[in-house]
């Protein structure tokens, strides 16, 4: 029993000294300043994440719009209302997200201190080709003014000689049995 109240006096005495209650505050006051920090520096990474994406983002987009620039100008044929209204719809799609995410990217590259990067110069797109229908449109004679009919009777039209010759519609059998001889 003497050794069960020994050791708790040394478990008091360590527990309700002076140097353990700043001891315990230290501690305490480092692993707060280490959780915010590490905290920060995921929020940092994050807005790096997000900024990254975005330049992928405009580098895509930008390769994109250069190769559509360049396919048209090789293609002769005509884009259809389909394509302009795609390509409208699709505008104003990228626009709406553009729009939304300009203030996120704004705050995120603010906290990461990095700066606005420089627009980037509009590409001018490039003029359809005329359209060209791809055969020419016959023009059509002036139609024919026909004389004026004589009096009378009309004239006899000329029977049809049909191209293959008529076959039989029915077969009519005489009701002649296979014992029948015919001589």
């Known amino acids: ?16 000294s002076t140097d353990t209650g700043d001891i315990y505050k230290k501690a305490l006051a480092r692993t707060w300043d280490i959780l915010r920090e590490v905290g920060l520096l995921l929020w940092l990474v994050v807005c790096l994440a997000f900024v990254g994406a975005e330049w992928f983002y405009r580098t895509g987009v930008g390769l994109g719009r250069s190769t559509r620039a360049w396919y048209i100008g090789l293609s ?43 627009p980037q110069p509009a590409i001018s797109p490039v003029p359809a080709p005329p359209v060209t229908p791809p055969f020419p449109t016959p023009v059509e004679p002036p139609t024919p003014v026909e004389p004026p ?21 029915a077969t009519v ?6 014992d029948d001889d015919l001589a």
Not at 76 to 81: C, L, M, N
Not at 85 to 103: H, I, R
Request: proline share 12%.
């Open 1 to 16: 029993m003497d050794t069960i109240k020994e050791q708790a006096n040394t478990v008091s005495q360590l527990l309700f």
């Open 173 to 178: 059998s005489a009701g002649l049995e296979e």
């Open 149 to 169: 009919t004589p009096s009378g009777p009309p004239a006899p039209v000329e029977p049809t000689i049909p191209d293959e010759p008529l076959s039989p519609v």
């Open 76 to 118: 002769e044929k005509d884009s259809s209302t389909d394509a302009q209204s795609m390509t409208s719809t699709g505008q104003a799609l990228l626009d709406t997200v553009q729009s939304s995410t300009s203030y996120l990217l704004a705050q995120a590259r603010q906290q990461l201190g990095i700066p606005e990067p420089e």
